[in-house]
């Protein structure tokens, strides 16, 4: 079981940027593949980017790709989201998300994770 709490959360400027951290605790964090998911006020929530537990394969979004970098430090239990040329449309609670992974391959679905964070608010200004 793993336990994740995200933080780096915030408000800033239309351009601006933000490093979310996803700070796990447990047991064979390496072992377990990382997602990051939004959810906007009255949408579903959304798949933004996913690493594979050694961090060799990551996934994003088309609608960050080449803005959002998602990066995992198995020796410090933490995975990031580093996210630059932020517009409004990026404001949402962003969750961390975690599943027990056999292979390189890293869903995008929901349902997939089942260890959840509580969430961190971003908010874009325009």
């Known amino acids: 079981q793993v336990q994740l709490v995200e933080s780096g959360g915030g408000l800033v400027q239309a351009g601006g940027s933000l490093r979310l951290s996803c700070a796990a605790s447990g047991r064979s964090f390496s072992s377990y593949a990382v997602g990051w998911f939004r959810q906007a006020p009255g949408k579903e929530r959304e798949f933004v980017s996913a690493i594979s537990r050694s961090g060799g394969s990551t996934y994003y979004a088309d609608s960050v790709k080449g803005r959002f970098t998602i990066s995992r430090d198995n020796a410090k239990n933490t995975v990031y989201l580093q996210m630059n040329s932020l517009t409004p449309e990026d404001t949402a609670v962003y969750y961390c998300?975690?599943?027990?992974?056999?292979?390189?391959?890293?869903?995008?679905?929901?349902?997939?994770?089942?260890?959840w964070g509580q969430g961190t608010q971003v908010t874009i200004s325009s």
């Open positions: 998300a975690a599943y027990y992974s056999f292979s390189t391959y890293v869903s995008q679905t929901v349902t997939t994770y089942r260890y």
